[in-house]
């Protein structure tokens, strides 16, 4: 394995040009046009399991009383009934993104990668522990359009299911 060169893009992109912004956002698109080209052979993490993130739990999470009928049918309105699936990052934000310059070199940390729905790469770039002017700025290049904050916020509550309730 070799090191790849550059610094994570969270330390400085609040510092980046307009230009250099457009550059990180336009590479970004790249990035995900790529990862959509590549067929998705079931829907979960890319070793063909459920979702499961080791980071947070070195265990498969199984949440007890948390989907009640109408939980389930209040959180998943908020996401597209019929829409494709792709193979994502799952955590494709600025502390995983490596940068020399305005430049991308890697992205790291595929620890959450798997074949999830279209909303889910969508959802986690706007994790609010990620933000800042500049992430702001380059996803509003990425998904123009209005930010879709209810399918956003229903993404992290159930994030937050899978994740915290035991």
Known sequence: MEEIQGVQLKEVIDSFTPLQLEHIASQIKDI???MHSVPAPHIG????GPFQNSYFFPYA???QNAWTKEYAKELLANFP???????????LVPRNILVEGSTITGIVDWSMAGFYPEFWEYSRMYDDSEQSKGWG???SMIFPGPRL???I???HRLMGTLLYNL
Do not use: I, M, R, T
């Open 32 to 34: 995900l046009a790529d």
């Open 45 to 48: 993490s890319v070793s063909g």
């Open 61 to 63: 999470v199984k949440p």
């Open 81 to 91: 009934q019929d829409c494709p699936v792709n193979f994502s990052h799952g955590d």
């Open 137 to 139: 700025q380059v996803l």
């Open 149 to 151: 904050d209810n399918q």
């Open 153 to 155: 916020a229903s993404f």
